[in-house]
């Protein structure tokens, strides 16, 4: 069964510093997503990706947040320079269509330090 | 703004079902998405309802779905101690493409 790959699987960084969070969504999908879970909180929205742009994105996804489609299978997000409260499990999802039946890769757990 | 509420803890014997509620605030969505997320593990799609239909069996699993007191449930049958997880509801507000997830249950599946 066709899967959401992210990397790496856990990822410590010094607060100030920079990180890229990797995604390879399933390859005949067209939209990306980025939600983020804080320990113990619910899910959250960060951004919606299709046809090379943003389609969508909540307001945490503020100036420090970037997402990238850098070739046909990678997509990144960036956060540029990190914060404590930046620390959370990061998940990305693809979907074939715009709505629902997203499937999820199993996340990225960003501590910042 | 949308809101989303479900009970946060839910114990029951294996072999009993397990009945986890959602209530949500936006009607506008087309479809109502249940999720598990097992210990360190991603969110896995375990089932989704039309927004149209008041009920939906899959296998073990029915989603019941009450639009006039906007009230989503998930019964599992024959519960497992598998089937031990957090159970988060989610829906599309305005009927678009990112999900507004419930604050999640975790249930405990107990021998």
């Not at chain 1, 715009?98 to 330090?113: D, E, K, P, Q």
Request: proline residues 3%.
């Amino acid at each position: 069964e066709p899967e959401v790959t992210q990397t790496p699987s856990h990822q410590v960084t010094q607060m100030g510093q920079e990180v890229i969070l990797r995604c390879v969504p399933i390859s005949n999908h067209l939209y990306f997503y980025w939600y983020r879970q804080i320990l113990g909180q619910k899910v959250e929205f960060l951004v919606s990706f299709y046809n090379n742009e943003i389609s969508e994105k909540s307001e945490i996804f503020d100036d420090q947040f970037s997402v990238e489609r850098p070739d046909g299978s990678n997509f990144t997000l960036k956060i540029r320079s990190t914060k404590l409260e930046d620390s959370a499990m990061y998940f990305c999802a693809s979907s074939e269509r715009g709505s629902g039946g997203y499937t999820f890769g199993s996340g990225t757990r960003l501590t910042v330090v | 703004g949308e809101d989303v509420e479900q009970s946060l803890f839910l114990s029951v014997r294996e072999g009993d079902s397990s009945v986890i509620n959602c209530t949500y605030t936006d009607s506008s969505s087309t479809y109502l998405y249940w999720y598990k997320q097992e210990p360190g593990a991603g969110l896995q799609l375990l089932t989704y309802i039309f927004s149209n239909m008041d009920m939906k069996q899959d296998q073990r699993l029915t989603v019941l779905l009450n639009k006039k007191d906007k009230h989503l449930s998930l019964r599992i049958a024959d519960t497992q101690t598998g089937d031990s997880a957090i159970y988060f509801c989610a829906f599309s507000p305005g009927g678009g493409n990112k999900l507004t997830f419930g604050t999640g249950t975790q249930l405990k599946v107990e021998l």
